[in-house]
T-cell receptor
Framework: GNSVTQMEGPVTLSEEAFLTINCTYT??????LFWYVQYPGEGLQLLLK?????DKGSNKGFEATYRKETTSFHLEKGSVQVSDSAVYFC????????????FGTGTRLTIIP | DTAVSQTPKYLVTQMGNDKSIKCEQN?????MYWYKQDSKKFLKIMFS???????INETVPNRFSPKSPDKAHLNLHINSLELGDSAVYFC????????????FGPGTRLTVT
């Protein structure tokens, strides 16, 4: 079956540091890949997505590239801000029609001033 | 104008009781979901409805029963509540079943004592 593995958290960084949150996946075929973000006390929001190999998703300074050869979709940001503190979820959507997102376990990110 | 709304936001109840959580979306989406998020932030899908028809029913105890009176509403009724049901329950919607761009509600924190 499909699965997503994210780096264990929590991750604590200083403001303006470089961020990487690793995500790898196992899936049949060519899934779509997503990063969702959950700010404290809120529901999840779609942050970015990529639907095919070598696609790069980007939003709010975050980027992730769909790497089929390494089955990875690592999230990066060049300079984090305190407002980026949240829980980040990598997710996979199968293109074989089972119509559900498979989420990773989430990585809690805290940015300190 | 909240896109996906849930009520109540907090629910504290005793073991054995029956409770309901309501969800409404005003996005005109065809598909709605219920997710359960445990204390470690692990997110698991429970149910999905497309145009009022159940399309995803994960391994969830029979005590949980979703109901979709129309495509803008998806309610979750839980019978005979147990301690292990304590979690945050999220409603979400997407434009169609095959779309993984989901919009989440703010969550309902259920505490069973």
């Amino acid at each position: 079956g499909n699965s997503v593995t994210q780096m264990e958290g929590p991750v604590t960084l200083s403001e303006e540091a470089f961020l990487t949150i690793n995500c790898t996946y196992t899936a049949t075929g060519y899934p779509s890949l997503f990063w969702y973000v959950q700010y404290p006390g809120e529901g999840l929001q779609l942050l970015l997505k990529a639907t095919k190999a070598d696609d790069k998703g980007s939003n709010k300074g975050f980027e992730a590239t769909y790497r089929k050869e390494t089955t990875s979709f690592h999230l990066e940001k060049g300079s984090v801000q305190v407002s980026d503190s949240a829980v980040y979820f990598c997710a996979l959507g199968s293109n074989f029609g089972n119509e559900k997102l498979t989420f990773g376990t989430g990585t809690r990110l805290t940015i300190i001033p | 104008d909240t896109a996906v709304s849930q009520t109540p936001k907090y629910l504290v109840t005793q073991m054995g009781n029956d409770k309901s959580i309501k969800c409404e979306q005003n996005l005109g989406h065809d598909t709605m979901y219920w997710y359960k998020q445990d204390s470690k932030k692990f997110l698991k899908i429970m149910f999905s409805y497309n145009n009022k028809e159940l399309i995803i029913n994960e391994t969830v105890p029979n005590r949980f029963s979703p109901k979709s009176p129309d495509k803008a509403h998806l309610n979750l009724h839980i019978n005979s509540l147990e301690l292990g049901d304590s979690a945050v329950y999220f409603c979400a919607s997407s434009q169609q079943a095959a779309s993984y761009e989901q919009y989440f509600g703010p969550g309902t924190r259920l505490t069973v004592t």
